[in-house]
């Protein structure tokens, strides 16, 4: 494994649970299974959804293997991700006629 | 009047006498210019004379709104100033997104000129029911918050800083926490001895049909909230978050534009700027974007920067201290001064002094005396008097023109355009000067939405005028240009690398002659489309007949009619150029493809407008209605 420095930029750095530091890997699929792995509980990044650069130029292809040194900067460029719609409370009557709250999405 | 949306009324104050009066505006100059920019063009054409000046008493200050303003729609309380630039000599039209110009309309008036000079200190007060000249002698000499503090709470203002009122040629008129930030309208301003003005009113605005207006507006509310770029990036991390994909890009202009990329770049980023400073965001009244970072100065909580000011305030000058950049966007906002324009003249002195030609304490990287250059050049102290009048004259004081940063007199953004040519383009043909969005904005397509080929000059020109064009008409009709990123497709924008991302991005460069096809006949865009919702608000709201084909002729006017008002003042052909750093010298040592191919995109360029070295031939001019004969 390689060991390379991993910067995230854009919403994936304001809103994942890893910004920027140390990361052993062998290829760039690597650093995005590794950073899906931080962030369990947020919304999964998928390599087409960044642009991915290697050592300062762009760097599309998912395989390339990486070196001892390498830095990877993961950006969001000017996109954002999806938001998820807050979910509304919605109230709707129980079989007898009761309000009852029901979780709905917006 | 038979159009709906508008107030009705063009306000015209003389300073010099006191007095004010009506001037005509009729539902025919409505269609032809929508308002707001291009409203203030066509009213300026009929006026200037050539061989006027700034500071002329007979130099018009045009103040105008667009139909959709105050009508419910989101993100359109923009409002334009237009009058002849101190710091460049032609026309200047400058938008704010402060509350005056929603409160010009409820006081029942579309637009406000204003001429002649007052012999003292003046408040121009406006509402429904008459127009008041007060004296401003206290106000004179307050910074732009205490000034705006002891106006009236409720009423749209525009104010001048002591920068307007020393008449520094970069001095800017804020409204509320918003700027008319470039080509120095708050000088023209202070050489009018106008440091205030108010507008106050409950008149409502009449729109054409309510319910389908409101329909639209619900529509496209729900469009801007859900789009990756309006609804999520601009929020969460404001203009600043384009720090590192222009880092990425290596278009992060870096010291006096010598670079494209800054090593500490991190530093001074928008996520550092979030992650360590954000208070909360905010935005211009009825927005639904929210852009703007809040942050704490002295404890205090006020407006952070914008990317132009982080970026020329700190790589441009090889700082990396974001905390002096937050101060300093604070300090420049209370003195009322362009941080774009500072960036650039201070950049510019730095590099004459370590090349010898100016010695000054200006230096690459020291900031401990930034903050007293700033009132230095407010108050026309010392060095500050020299640095007040901009790049372009030093740089015919000083020597070092090839990296004077400007472009006709007006400092560049932020966007070093070696490596996005097409943003070099823009710059170079931007009528005002140095300004990304009168150039087209081209660099959302050449890497921070897009990613079309950023050195390729095929399709540029053609891109640059339909942009160019369209971005007129928007801006004319009062809506805020960050509206316009919804016409890129979401899935391209949310998926970069993928298949689909590159398709696009090829092909919009391939249909580059398309794009040329459709700028000589917009009326083939005669239609409208749900993506695109301005003709929709602009009908709805006015009753007139709108389509993306007439917007695009609109703004093709409106385009053509600045520039040719920049000829009459003098403006001569061959002024469409950039500085020789950004034409002549490769960014990337070695690659030549990292320099702007000016003059190979320019005879496009002229070629697609009509325009013969940067001057309109008399036939475009007659086709579009500008001239008879």
């Not at chain 1, 390379?4 to 890893?18: D, M, Q």
């Not at chain 2, 609804?231 to 534009?257: D, E, W, Y």
Request: net charge positive; proline share 4%; hydrophobic share 35%.
């Amino acid at each position: 494994m390689a060991k390379i420095t991993l910067k995230c930029f854009g919403v994936f750095a304001t809103y994942s649970n890893f910004d920027k530091g140390p990361v052993e890997a062998d290829t760039l699929s690597d650093v995005v299974d590794f950073l899906n792995k931080s962030n369990a509980e947020k919304e999964k990044i998928v390599f087409t959804k960044a642009l991915v650069y290697l050592n300062g130029e762009p760097c599309g292809k998912k395989n390339k293997k990486l070196k001892d040194g390498d830095e990877v900067w993961l950006l969001s460029a000017f996109t954002g991700e999806k938001k998820e719609k807050p979910k509304k409370e919605k109230a709707v009557k129980d079989k007898k006629g009761k309000v009852e709250s029901e979780e709905k999405s917006a | 009047m038979s159009y709906k949306g508008y107030a009705g009324k063009v306000l015209k104050v003389d300073l010099s006498s006191k007095t004010y009066e009506e001037y005509p505006w009729t539902d025919a100059d409505r269609d032809r210019t929508l308002g707001g920019k291009i409203m203030a063009a066509d009213i300026l054409y009929r006026h200037i004379k050539p061989g006027m000046k700034a500071y002329d008493e007979d130099n018009w200050l045009v103040v105008t709104t667009g139909p959709i303003s105050g009508c419910g729609c989101p993100s359109t309380s923009r409002f334009n100033i237009s009058t002849i630039s101190p710091l460049t000599g032609i026309i200047t039209s400058s938008n704010c997104g402060g509350n005056f110009g929603l409160s010009l309309k409820k006081a029942g008036y579309d637009a406000l000129i204003i001429t002649g000079k007052s012999e003292a200190p003046v408040h121009l007060d406006i509402n429904e029911d008459k127009v008041e000249f007060k004296d401003a002698s206290e106000l004179w000499g307050l910074h732009v918050t205490p000034t705006q503090d002891k106006l009236p709470p409720k009423a749209g203002k525009m104010v001048i800083g002591p920068a307007g009122e020393n008449k520094v040629l970069y001095a800017c008129v804020f409204s509320g926490e918003r700027t008319a930030g470039r080509g120095g309208v708050g000088a023209v301003f202070g050489d009018k001895k106008l440091k205030a003005v108010t507008a106050d009113g409950r008149i409502p605005t009449e729109v054409f049909d309510k319910e389908k207006l409101k329909e639209t507006n619900k529509k496209w509310t729900t469009q801007l909230r859900s789009h990756p770029l309006t609804g999520s990036q601009l929020p969460r991390l404001g203009t600043a978050g384009l720090v590192s994909p222009m880092q990425a890009h290596r278009i992060l202009a870096t010291k006096n534009f010598a670079q494209g990329r800054f090593d500490d770049f991190e530093k001074i980023s928008g996520e550092e700027l979030t992650k360590n400073h954000l208070v909360k965001n905010s935005g211009c009244t009825t927005c639904v974007i929210q852009c703007t970072r809040r942050v704490k100065v002295d404890e205090k909580v006020v407006k952070g920067p914008e990317l132009e000011t982080l970026g020329l305030l700190g790589p441009n000058l090889l700082n990396s201290d974001l905390e002096s950049i937050i101060r300093w966007n604070y300090e420049l906002d209370e003195l009322g001064m362009d941080t774009i324009s500072v960036a650039g003249v201070l950049a510019f002195a730095m590099e004459l002094n370590e090349k010898g030609l100016w010695e000054n304490p200006l230096e690459f990287g020291k900031i401990d005396n930034i903050s007293e250059i700033f009132e230095d050049i407010a108050y026309r102290r010392g060095i500050g008097d020299i640095l007040a009048d901009g790049a372009k004259r030093m740089s015919e004081r000083f020597g070092g023109k090839e990296f004077a940063i400007h472009a006709k007199g007006m400092e560049l953004s932020a966007y070093e355009p070696r490596s996005a040519v097409g943003q070099g383009l823009g710059y170079a043909t931007s009528n005002r000067g140095g300004c990304h969005l009168n150039a087209g904005y081209l660099v959302v397509l050449e890497g921070l939405g897009l990613n079309i080929d950023p050195y390729t000059t095929f399709g540029k020109a053609a891109i640059n005028i339909f942009f160019q064009n369209f971005m007129e008409a928007i801006s004319a009709a009062g809506s805020c240009l960050f509206t316009s990123y919804t016409i890129i497709p979401a899935p391209v924008l949310r998926n970069p690398g993928s298949f689909m991302a590159k398709v696009v991005n090829i092909g919009f460069v391939a249909l580059g002659p398309v794009i040329g096809l459709l700028n000589r006949f917009p009326f083939v865009a005669n239609i409208n489309v749900p993506l695109i919702l301005y003709p929709y608000a602009i009908k709805h709201a006015t009753g007139m007949k709108m389509t993306i084909g007439k917007m695009m002729k609109v703004g093709e006017y409106g385009y053509n009619l600045e520039r040719y008002c920049n000829i009459i003042l003098g403006q001569e052909a061959g002024a469409d150029i950039l500085p020789g750093r950004l034409t002549d010298e490769e960014q990337i040592p070695g690659d030549k493809k990292t320099k702007v191919p000016l003059d190979k995109m320019l005879k496009s360029y002229y070629r697609n407008r009509g325009w013969e070295n940067g001057v309109p031939k008399k036939s475009k001019l007659k086709k579009l209605g500008i001239i008879t004969e």
